[in-house]
């Protein structure tokens, strides 16, 4: 329990010790908060929950404070004109909060009550700030200057690749869990699912791939665009992925304060739900469905057993997945062969997360808990869930039941996506 906290909390001092305070305040993008802000709201939402709920503790600071950090009351825009905490108060507030939880952890007893059965508000406060984690990664790659985060590459593929897709047999499965002791309520109840005989990309699509798109005119033909798509298109003149820009016959990408050639064979990323689902309609294909995507990430149709993880039930590893900003990039397409599914589909989880065809709704029996606004307040069209994490998520956020979701627009988060398409009667 600790141990996962305090690797959270590495993240967290990692991502805002790289830069000054005057870029801490900064606001590097109307989309995202000041990194100050984020920090504070670690340890603001760290002590609502676990000092003053769990411990039953006095506030630390003024209550006023906390509707300085309530996500909810303030539009990321409007943050940086808020009365915030300076970076040294926002750095002393977290410590002294850490402190604190360190020892209530010692003398809270697991399973008195519900919000404490296996260390469930640790594990959610554990996620929650993996979560900002990666949204704070999300505004370094937003920020303009020198770089100041570096990590090194990626494994390579040990010997060739082979594209192409799967045929993943339909069947029937439980999909979500009733049994994860640190699943949010949107991954709940477990609840039977049946999904037909499908075809699925082995890889997610390549960087290469996309150039395909680009260079065959997809950005410019609504044929290949939904109508809201096509309307999106024009209006914020779409032509290539977010941080990319063309020099001569040449992509290039910002990554991270760096401008180098696009390679070619690493999944694209900083795509919107809308450029995916424009991609997937030229290549004659379609997004996955939620459901398809959490069938082939953990279903075994040799065994008919849904596992924890496509690989089976261990926990991952550096062989098995790309994930905890241990690379700063997505691995080359073919990179993880030990963390495949039992079909053969391959890096399901970390390196991007993947845009599916799916609203984000609640499942069957469905009942928000322990709070409304984590997910039932975004249910609806409005947003597109994504699945399997990406090179920025953690694994404590990260599991083939985990959901994310967001606007179709959305583009500076790090997704994106692989295709589907119906199977031919007979095809079982």
Same mark, same amino acid.
């Given at each position: 329990? &600790?141990?996962?906290?305090?690797?959270?909390?590495?993240?967290?001092?990692?991502?805002?010790?790289?830069?000054?305070?005057?870029?801490?305040? @900064?606001? =590097?993008?109307?989309?995202?908060?000041?990194?100050?802000?984020?920090?504070? =709201?670690?340890? !603001?939402?760290?002590?609502?929950?676990?000092?003053?709920?769990?411990?039953?503790?006095?506030?630390?600071?003024?209550?006023?404070?906390?509707?300085?950090?309530?996500?909810?009351?303030?539009?990321? %825009?409007?943050?940086?004109?808020?009365?915030?905490?300076?970076?040294?108060?926002?750095?002393?507030?977290?410590?002294?909060?850490?402190?604190?939880?360190?020892?209530?952890?010692?003398?809270?007893?697991?399973?008195?009550?519900?919000?404490?059965?296996? *260390?469930?508000?640790?594990?959610?406060?554990?996620?929650?700030? /993996?979560?900002?984690?990666?949204?704070?990664?999300?505004?370094?790659?937003?920020?303009?200057?020198?770089?100041?985060?570096?990590? +090194?590459?990626?494994?390579?593929?040990?010997?060739?690749?082979?594209?192409?897709?799967?045929?993943?047999?339909?069947?029937?499965?439980?999909?979500?869990?009733?049994?994860?002791?640190?699943?949010?309520?949107?991954? @709940?109840?477990?609840?039977?699912?049946?999904?037909?005989?499908?075809?699925?990309?082995?890889?997610?699509?390549?960087? *290469?791939?996309?150039?395909?798109?680009?260079?065959?005119?997809?950005?410019?033909?609504?044929?290949?665009?939904?109508?809201?798509?096509? /309307?999106? @298109?024009?209006?914020?003149?779409?032509?290539?992925?977010?941080?990319?820009?063309?020099?001569?016959?040449?992509?290039?990408?910002?990554?991270?304060?760096? &401008?180098?050639? &696009?390679?070619?064979?690493?999944?694209?990323?900083?795509?919107?739900?809308?450029?995916?689902?424009?991609?997937?309609?030229?290549? *004659? @294909?379609?997004?996955?469905?939620?459901?398809?995507?959490?069938?082939?990430?953990?279903?075994?149709?040799?065994?008919?057993?849904?596992?924890?993880?496509?690989?089976?039930?261990?926990?991952?590893?550096?062989?098995?997945? !790309?994930?905890?900003?241990?690379?700063?990039?997505?691995?080359?397409?073919?990179?993880? +062969?030990?963390?495949?599914? +039992?079909?053969?589909?391959?890096?399901?989880? *970390?390196? &991007?997360?993947?845009?599916?065809?799916?609203?984000?709704?609640?499942?069957?029996?469905?009942?928000?808990?322990?709070?409304?606004?984590?997910?039932?307040?975004?249910?609806?069209?409005?947003?597109?869930?994504?699945?399997?994490?990406?090179?920025?998520?953690?694994?404590?956020? %990260?599991?083939?039941?985990?959901?994310?979701?967001?606007?179709?627009?959305?583009?500076?988060?790090?997704?994106?996506?692989?295709?589907?398409?119906?199977?031919?009667?007979?095809?079982?």
């Amino acid at each position: 329990m &600790v141990g996962t906290l305090e690797r959270a909390r590495a993240r967290t001092q990692a991502l805002t010790a790289t830069v000054d305070d005057s870029d801490l305040v @900064r606001q =590097h993008s109307p989309l995202m908060s000041p990194l100050v802000w984020d920090l504070a =709201h670690i340890g !603001n939402q760290e002590e609502l929950w676990l000092l003053r709920d769990v411990g039953g503790r006095d506030p630390i600071l003024p209550e006023t404070v906390d509707q300085l950090y309530d996500a909810f009351q303030h539009a990321r %825009c409007d943050r940086p004109s808020l009365p915030l905490l300076d970076p040294t108060q926002s750095r002393q507030y977290v410590v002294q909060v850490r402190e604190r939880v360190i020892d209530l952890l010692e003398r809270t007893p697991l399973n008195d009550t519900r919000l404490t059965q296996d *260390g469930f508000v640790f594990g959610m406060i554990a996620q929650h700030e /993996q979560q900002h984690g990666e949204t704070m990664l999300a505004t370094h790659q937003l920020r303009r200057g020198e770089p100041v985060l570096d990590a +090194p590459p990626p494994p390579r593929p040990a010997g060739p690749v082979r594209t192409g897709e799967v045929l993943v047999p339909g069947g029937t499965f439980r999909m979500g869990t009733s049994t994860h002791p640190w699943s949010l309520d949107n991954e @709940r109840p477990a609840h039977e699912t049946t999904v037909p005989t499908f075809w699925l990309d082995t890889h997610p699509v390549s960087n *290469g791939r996309y150039l395909d798109f680009i260079g065959d005119g997809g950005y410019d033909d609504p044929r290949w665009w939904s109508a809201a798509g096509w /309307q999106h @298109r024009q209006e914020s003149n779409l032509s290539a992925p977010l941080f990319w820009r063309r020099d001569g016959d040449q992509w290039l990408r910002r990554r991270f304060g760096r &401008v180098e050639p &696009v390679p070619v064979d690493e999944p694209v990323v900083h795509v919107s739900f809308h450029e995916a689902d424009a991609f997937a309609r030229w290549a *004659g @294909r379609r997004l996955p469905t939620e459901p398809e995507w959490e069938y082939a990430a953990r279903h075994d149709p040799a065994t008919g057993r849904d596992r924890a993880f496509p690989w089976g039930d261990d926990e991952p590893t550096p062989e098995r997945a !790309n994930l905890g900003q241990a690379h700063l990039q997505p691995a080359p397409i073919g990179a993880y +062969p030990a963390g495949a599914a +039992p079909t053969g589909v391959q890096q399901l989880i *970390g390196d &991007v997360w993947e845009w599916t065809a799916s609203d984000f709704t609640p499942y069957p029996g469905f009942v928000a808990w322990p709070y409304r606004e984590y997910s039932e307040v975004f249910f609806g069209p409005e947003y597109k869930v994504l699945r399997g994490g990406s090179f920025a998520s953690d694994e404590v956020a %990260c599991r083939t039941t985990f959901r994310n979701w967001d606007y179709p627009i959305r583009r500076q988060i790090f997704a994106g996506f692989r295709t589907a398409r119906d199977a031919a009667p007979g095809q079982d």
